[in-house]
């Protein structure tokens, strides 16, 4: 028997359905609460306890992804949406990615689908020259970048290619015969812990580094100190991970010292701006990128705050060889006279899985359709909407910022103990209409309201602020 496959035409239907919900969801999110209230459980108690025996029409589907899925889901387009960092999409994302899925081509050679890798290499070039990165990240040179699937696989090769550095080569084919060292911002990202863990060099070889209490910036002294403490103990130093726009508070780490220190010491200098790196797109932002220069790879995520559908990180380095010597592993069914050439990329070697979807679409849509002015008009209206925000809590008495928003994060608190914070916070997003997360800024309850939304403007921002401070008003009531 044939499996009973969707021919063109049942597609056609079935498409143009699914595209008429997306943009029906779309249209209806601010009438929806942003995130469930159910139950752990509820979603997979109301699915069938076994697979269907025979195949379903199309609008069976359909109706259970309105009955069933879509109650149990967190909007993360939702103009109410203020938790975490944003992980935007847009209709030209969505499009691109349908297109990526029909044509299902594997890109993990150049000769397994040629204009997969040819795409992503022009597309990271674009960027690079959009965000004005330094020149030696540029494919035309000894650098390049590649489409990740997050900032946390980017830091991963990234210590990869700095331990295989750091030992000479010997750390591919021995592994790790020696006490090596990772360092990062006391508010670096967790995904640098786990890097590092993966790597086989165990939590402890991270090195935390303190921050400056005003700026919650990496202090550079205190880099350099670990630094040399570890080479006395006869440790190496293989990597340092410098932040553009921490996660809790989207400091800044100061790159033009901390390169300097790298340079000298000669350690790899990974920079992560997963979320912040895109407000270089605009050119009075991009003083947050002073130093980049001296970096050996750098990161940052479309799929947050650049309008392309997660997941879509980018990742550059300096010089491709050493990530490419560090990576590849080459199977005798994999050879071909494309790579053997040497006249091509082959990005199964650039990264962890050696299958790779065309996540360059997605971003060819997306800069395509809304240009070098969309794009930064997208950035700065977030920056506006945080600053609208920080006035607003400047204002009040009641309130204070807890640190600097030069991107769309805000950092915030009620002048009260960590528990009144917390119950702010529990009771604002128990109402539906917006949803915040929180973080601890000198070991202090903050909460953060991060901007990135497309849908979302002022009114939303500004009914943000009535609500919670309606909802201070009865926390602090006597």
Not at 2 to 7: E, G, K, L, V
Not at 149 to 177: I, K, M, P
Not at 293 to 300: N, T
Not at 414 to 423: H, K, M, P
Request: proline letters at 6%.
């Amino acid at each position: 028997m044939n499996a009973p496959h969707m021919d063109p035409d049942e597609f056609r239907r079935a498409g143009h359905a699914v595209v008429d919900w997306i943009a029906d969801y779309w249209t209806t999110l601010e009438q929806r609460p942003v995130a469930p209230t159910d139950p752990p459980g509820t979603v997979a108690a109301a699915l069938p306890v076994a697979p269907p025996v025979t195949g379903e029409p199309f609008d069976a589907v359909l109706a259970d992804l309105d009955a069933i899925v879509v109650p149990g889901l967190t909007h993360w387009q939702h103009p109410g949406f203020y938790g975490y960092f944003p992980a935007n999409t847009s209709g030209p994302s969505v499009l691109g990615d349908l297109v990526s899925s029909g044509l299902g081509v594997q890109g993990m050679l150049w000769a397994t689908s040629p204009a997969c890798t040819e795409l992503e290499t022009v597309m990271l070039d674009w960027l690079a020259q959009l965000m004005d990165l330094p020149q030696r990240f540029r494919s035309s040179g000894s650098g390049g970048g590649v489409i990740q699937d997050s900032a946390s696989s980017a830091t991963l090769v990234a210590t990869l290619a700095a331990l295989h550095r750091a030992s000479g080569g010997r750390w591919r084919d021995v592994g790790v015969d020696r006490r090596y060292r990772a360092y990062a911002s006391v508010h670096g990202h967790s995904s640098i812990e786990k890097a590092v863990r993966i790597a086989g060099l165990g939590a402890d070889g991270v090195r935390p580094i303190e921050v400056d209490p005003d700026t919650q910036a990496l202090r550079p002294a205190a880099l350099r100190a670990a630094i040399e403490a570890d080479l006395a103990a006869g440790d190496v130093p293989a990597v340092v991970v410098a932040t553009i726009g921490t996660t809790s508070t989207t400091a800044i780490d100061p790159l033009p010292e901390i390169g300097a220190i790298c340079a000298e010491y000669g350690i790899w200098l990974h920079v992560d701006a997963a979320d912040a790196g895109a407000a270089a797109v605009c050119p009075e932002l991009r003083w947050s990128h002073a130093g980049l220069e001296y970096a050996d790879s750098y990161c940052f995520d479309p799929h947050k705050w650049l309008l392309t559908g997660f997941d879509c990180d980018a990742f550059w380095v300096a010089d491709r060889a050493e990530l490419i010597e560090a990576l590849t592993v080459l199977p005798e069914f994999l050879r071909n006279a494309a790579s053997e050439s040497g006249a091509v990329l082959d990005y199964r070697d650039w990264q962890v899985p050696l299958g790779r979807r065309f996540r360059a679409l997605k971003l060819w849509f997306v800069l395509r359709w809304y240009g070098a002015e969309g794009l930064r008009a997208h950035i700065r209206s977030g920056v506006a909407l945080a600053a609208r925000f920080a006035d607003r809590v400047r204002s009040d008495d009641r309130f204070d910022l807890a640190a600097a928003h030069p991107f769309s994060l805000v950092c915030f608190r009620l002048r009260a103990d960590d528990d009144t914070n917390a119950e702010l916070l529990a009771r604002v997003n128990r109402t539906g209409r917006v949803h915040l997360t929180h973080t601890r800024v000198a070991g202090r309850y903050t909460l953060r309201l991060a901007v990135g939304s497309p849908q979302s403007t002022e009114r939303h921002v500004d009914e943000a602020w009535t609500l919670l401070s309606g909802v201070a008003t009865d926390l602090l009531a006597p």
